[in-house]
């Protein structure tokens, strides 16, 4: 394909400069994956490109030549998108709207595929894997006059069919002030910087059930080094966690 201008490039520059140090030689650098970008990740690592969201559009950048990277594709992902993640094959667009779904291909570039029915409040994170695509929103947020937030959340389920195309299949309200996550084989694991962080079981996508939940464990984002070894980051600082006892997770250091 044809490389297109892109107006952003110093911060595409300084992008590709961070993606390269810190994606190493993962091919999924979001997801459920060996990667390290969160689920709030508006750079990840895919195959021989990086994807990069700016100003509204998400950008498709080929390092197949690392000292020689062209930006390939430039398409439009919603004015108000956020957070990407990858499934390995597609790339998965997180926004206050919806959740949608694009693909590469040599003979089409980069394209759109479909987008998740508007919700009820908002999306931002978002994750991916085992064929279905996991999403918080934030349904009520209250500051008080220290200026400390909290609120309440809820999750939504969508099943990804071979297409990539979006359906949703569950809602959970009201489970906390979730925000970034991240899935180890069938937990999902749900930041939440005011209870603490969430262990799902969703062995089944349709009857999720909580395993635990590691209330020190303040968090707002939460990057899978491998093996189930996770970091989390939030205002209290970092927090290193890995398995235990089967599937049960707990802190490192």
Not at 167 to 181: D, R
């Amino acid at each position: 394909m044809t490389d297109v201008s892109y107006s952003a490039g110093k911060y595409l520059t300084v992008a590709l400069v961070i993606c390269l140090a810190a994606c190493g030689e993962s091919d999924n650098s979001s997801g459920g994956g060996d990667g390290i970008s969160g689920s709030k990740a508006k750079l990840i690592k895919l195959n021989d490109a990086i994807y990069s969201l700016a100003s509204g559009q998400l950008v498709r950048i080929d390092i197949s030549d690392p000292a020689s990277p062209s930006v390939t594709d430039e398409v439009s992902a919603g004015s108000n998108a956020e957070t990407l993640t990858t499934d390995g094959e597609a790339v998965f667009v997180g926004s206050p709207d919806d959740v949608r779904s694009y693909q590469y291909t040599v003979d089409t570039g980069l394209q759109f595929i479909d987008a998740s029915p508007r919700t009820i409040t908002g999306t931002d994170p978002v994750i991916t894997g085992d064929g279905y695509a996991y999403s918080t929103i934030i349904t009520q947020e209250i500051t008080d006059s220290q200026g400390h937030t909290t609120g309440n959340g809820a999750l939504y389920i969508y099943e990804i069919d071979e297409a990539k195309n979006l359906s949703e299949i569950s809602f959970y309200p009201n489970i906390g002030y979730v925000q970034g996550l991240s899935l180890w084989e069938k937990n999902l694991l749900i930041c939440d910087p005011v209870d603490g962080l969430l262990q799902m079981d969703v062995s089944d996508p349709v009857l999720v059930e909580q395993v635990r939940q590691i209330d020190f464990v303040l968090c707002e984002d939460i990057l899978h080094l491998g093996n189930g070894h996770f970091v989390t980051v939030g205002e209290d600082g970092i927090y290193q966690l890995k398995p235990f006892d089967g599937n049960n997770l707990g802190v490192l250091s």
